[in-house]
């Protein structure tokens, strides 16, 4: 009986060792699969190459509008629900003006953006905080295209009736998703080491201006929405 017992036993063992290194290696192997994948969504697609001066062939009006626009703003960051107008106002090639008052006026931030550096002209306190203000950069950068990158790719996707344009430089990806029938850009990523950091979704084009636009990380609780006023 005892021998039987200790049989039984190594044949239960070994399963259960079989059955780990099977598992494990499904693992493994979906790991690598996923990888894989996120290294470069578009590789299978049609590329063409740009040169950085030909950055304007991407159809977004925003960074290129000589108009003041303005937004009504929520922003959500943690706790905090702000409320107010955003106004945006193009001063210079590559310098842009960005303001945030209350609906009575009262200034809650005023930034100036110079060739993708935000320079502080005013910021409540408790808002002026180093990592708040690094945040604030990175957002309007990306909604107003003036990161700096070394590459410009378009991609095309005609399955998705997309394209898709994607500024890299280093790890840092950013991508404008350009509907191909309204020609707009509908969908904006920004993505760090093929993990998605940020999103905007751009809705219901005014012209060439986008009326809504929400902007999202995915990293820390900070969510904007904006609604087209001018």
């Not at 060792?17 to 979906?30: A, C, D, E, G």
């Not at 990158?149 to 890299?168: C, G, H, I, P």
């Amino acid at each position: 009986m005892k021998s039987e017992f200790r049989i039984q036993k190594i044949k239960i063992l070994h399963i259960i060792r079989n059955s780990k290194f099977v598992i494990l290696n499904s693992i493994f192997f979906s790991i690598l699969v996923v990888i894989s994948s996120c290294s470069n969504p578009y590789k299978k697609l049609s590329k063409q190459d740009y040169s950085h001066s030909q950055i304007k062939n991407i159809p977004y009006a925003l960074p290129y509008s000589e108009k003041t626009i303005i937004y009504k703003t929520d922003i959500r960051f943690y706790k905090n629900d702000i409320s107010g107008l955003l106004i945006i106002k193009k001063t210079d090639e590559s310098v842009y003006r960005i303001a945030l008052t209350t609906q009575f006026g009262l200034k809650i931030f005023d930034f100036e953006l110079n060739q993708g550096n935000l320079n502080v002209k005013y910021c409540v306190e408790y808002l002026n905080k180093k990592i708040i203000l690094n945040t604030f950069e990175m957002d309007f950068n990306l909604l107003l295209m003036q990161m700096n990158f070394e590459s410009l790719t378009a991609y095309d996707n005609k399955m998705e009736s997309q394209r898709v344009w994607q500024l890299k430089s280093g790890k840092l990806n950013y991508n404008y998703i350009q509907n191909i029938n309204s020609d707009k850009i509908e969908n904006i990523r920004f993505k760090k080491r093929n993990s998605e950091k940020i999103s905007l979704g751009l809705h219901s084009y005014k012209g060439d201006i986008p009326e809504n636009i929400s902007l999202q990380h995915h990293n820390i609780k900070l969510e904007m929405n904006l609604k087209l006023i001018q």
